[in-house]
């Protein structure tokens, strides 16, 4: 079976800050990795995607995630917030055709 | 088109009406699913079809019916739903069922059960 923990259920940073969203994964197949971010009413929007091809994934709107096999880790960055950053964030796994989402991360962005 | 078309946006629904979700996606996608999201919750995996076949129910009770016309349209037949089922229904697809294609989600279905 698979799983993500996502740790830090919220998280707050200043405006023009370091943003960083943590995930570990767990998986008896090599993963496919996802970060996913919701804003209020809305659906859910891929960030990056990572599929076993570099381990450091650039996706939408200035974020980076790195896929560490060791520390089993696929943690979110982005080197400067912004106000528009505020939403929900989830860190998913796949394996076969089923998506599974960890517990999210509400990130408050401080003026 | 790069888009999942859901409607309604918002439904109010009895306890003893019967009503539909609809899901719409012209990208050529062959697998389509529904999601379940209760707030403050991550959502939760209800259906899959994967070339217009149902292909993973997780153990969704009855009065959630999925059905898949054609490979661009999915619905979501409610029926008898009880308060608890209030929740944002989510709709989903991708390219297909192999697990490394992200997924591109519709903006979801508001149900409240009155």
């Known amino acids: 079976a698979q799983s993500v923990t996502q740790l830090g259920s919220h998280v707050s940073v200043s405006e023009g800050a370091l943003v960083l969203l943590r995930c570990n994964y767990s998986?008896?197949?090599?993963?496919?990795l996802f970060w996913y971010v919701q804003y209020p009413n809305q659906g859910l929007q891929l960030l990056l995607k990572?599929?076993?091809?570099?381990?450091l994934v650039k996706g939408i709107n200035g974020f980076e995630a790195e896929f560490k096999k060791s520390e089993t880790s696929f943690h979110l960055t982005k080197p400067s917030a912004h106000m528009s950053d505020a939403a929900e964030y989830f860190c998913a796994v796949s394996v076969y055709e089923k998506l599974t989402f960890g517990t999210g991360t509400r990130l408050t962005i401080i003026p | 088109d790069t888009e999942v078309t859901q409607t309604p946006k918002h439904l109010v629904m009895g306890m003893t009406n019967k009503k539909s979700l609809k899901c719409e996606q012209h990208m050529g996608h062959r697998a389509m699913y529904w999601y379940k999201q209760k707030a403050k919750k991550p959502p939760e995996l209800m259906f899959v079809y994967s070339y217009e076949k149902l292909s993973i129910n997780e153990s969704v009770p009855s009065r959630f019916s999925p059905e898949c016309p054609n490979s661009s349209l999915l619905n979501l037949h409610l029926h008898a739903l009880q308060p608890e089922d209030s929740a944002l229904y989510l709709c989903?697809?991708?390219?297909?069922?192999?697990?490394?294609?992200?997924?591109?989600f519709g903006s979801g279905t508001r149900l409240t059960v009155v």
């Open positions: 989903a697809s991708s390219q297909d069922n192999q697990r490394n294609y992200g997924y591109t």
């Open positions: 998986s008896s197949v090599p993963p496919y």
């Open positions: 990572y599929t076993s091809a570099a381990t």
